[in-house]
């Protein structure tokens, strides 16, 4: 009798054992799933932070180290820009001063504002790809033109001179007084407007004026870029503003 409560005893005590040592083990196993999972969390938090540095480095910045080339490159491919420009149209009889404020989002969000002469200051269009919007803002009217096509024609827009120049195989690229001269000549059906210029200051990359001429080179209009940011502006910025009353035309 004394022998099997021995043996009892003995079993206990074994087992009691075994679940210290299983106890330890499972102690053991738990935390070295919790370091690999803490370890895992880790190393995804420095991939997304590597990735994340990686894209802000690559971000093309143009400065007094970049190449004419480099240049180029940046401006042919802006996927946004806002500016304010002074525009000279010139005709045979006489010549158009006018302030304007343009903004630009890839790849056909357009908004130019009117800021003079005072007689139209206010007026403001708005293309999304497929409605032109005509606002004037001083009479809080508005006119809506359901699918308006012709909007990238307009000479006035760098986006369009972009566009021509990637298309045309008639180009040229040179430099002339510390400016980048991107050239591109026109075929179209428009029998006035021939070629456009656009001048690029070398030292700092600004985009500083477009030239649009005739045949005979003359100047037809004079675009000059007072102020202009590129690639800061989102769809939204551009096509939110409020109309109280308008009207809707198909074009």
């Known amino acids: ?44 938090i420095l991939a997304i932070l590597i990735i994340f540095l990686l894209n802000k480095t690559n971000v093309k910045k143009i400065g007094n180290n970049s190449t004419s080339q480099e240049i180029v490159d940046y401006i042919l491919n802006i996927s946004s820009y806002e500016a304010e420009i002074d525009v000279e149209v010139e005709t045979n009889k006489n010549k158009t001063k006018y302030k304007i404020k343009q903004s630009y989002v890839a790849p056909n969000i357009e908004k130019q504002t009117i800021l003079e002469p005072s007689n139209i200051s206010g007026l403001e269009t708005v293309y999304d790809g497929n409605t032109l919007k005509i606002n004037n803002t001083k009479l809080n009217l508005s006119t809506v033109y359901q699918n308006y096509q012709y909007m990238i024609e307009n000479f006035l827009w760098l986006n ?40 690029i200051d070398k030292t700092t990359g600004k985009i500083t004026k477009m030239i649009v001429q005739d045949k005979n080179q003359k100047n037809l209009v004079y675009i000059l870029y007072n102020e202009i940011k590129i690639n800061s502006l989102k769809k939204e910025e551009v096509l939110a503003f409020r109309l109280n009353n308008f009207s809707v035309a198909q074009y």
């Open 1 to 44: 009798m004394r022998s099997n409560n021995k043996k009892t005893n003995e079993y206990e005590i074994k087992g009691k054992k075994r679940n210290k040592k299983d106890k330890k083990k499972h102690s053991r196993l738990k935390k070295v799933i919790l370091i690999i999972f803490i370890t895992l969390v880790v190393i995804l």
């Open 160 to 199: 369009s001179f972009i566009e021509d120049y990637k298309n045309s195989s008639n180009k040229k690229l040179y430099e002339e007084n510390n400016m980048i001269i991107m050239e591109v000549t026109l075929h179209n059906n428009n029998q006035y407007i021939s070629s456009k210029k656009l001048f």
